[in-house]
């Protein structure tokens, strides 16, 4: 099969990289056809499920994601960095955390 552009990998880049194409191409009226190559059983299947993720970039993607019933419904309430180790957890203090790190 014949495509006009393939990507490798069906993690959140690929799928996001995929979508703004097909996205920008449809703005033009132009016909594009995606290819995502994914290793995996299905798209997305090495992502951790359950994963946080800031919905910044799927409002970029999608500005009504919400609307749509993406099932994003989960807010978080709380931060909790922990240094892991074989006898245990220590927390690190919130004034410790790098600035990207805090929300």
């Not at 552009?5 to 990289?17: H, N, T, Y």
């Not at 798209?43 to 799927?58: C, F, N, Y």
């Not at 909790?80 to 919130?94: D, I, Q, R, T, W």
Request: glycine residues 10%.
């Amino acid at each position: 099969m014949d495509y006009d552009v393939v990507i490798v990998g069906g993690g959140p880049a690929g799928l996001s990289a995929a979508i703004r194409l097909k996205q920008l191409a449809a703005d033009k009226g132009a016909e594009l056809s995606v290819c995502v190559l994914e290793k995996g059983s299905e798209i997305g299947a090495h992502i951790l499920s359950g994963a946080v993720m800031d919905p910044r970039a799927l409002t970029e993607l999608f500005p009504d994601w919400k609307e749509q019933g993406a099932p994003l419904d989960v807010p978080v309430t709380e931060d909790m960095f922990l240094f892991l180790s074989e006898a245990g957890a220590k927390a690190v203090p919130n004034w410790a955390l790098p600035d990207n790190f805090k929300n």
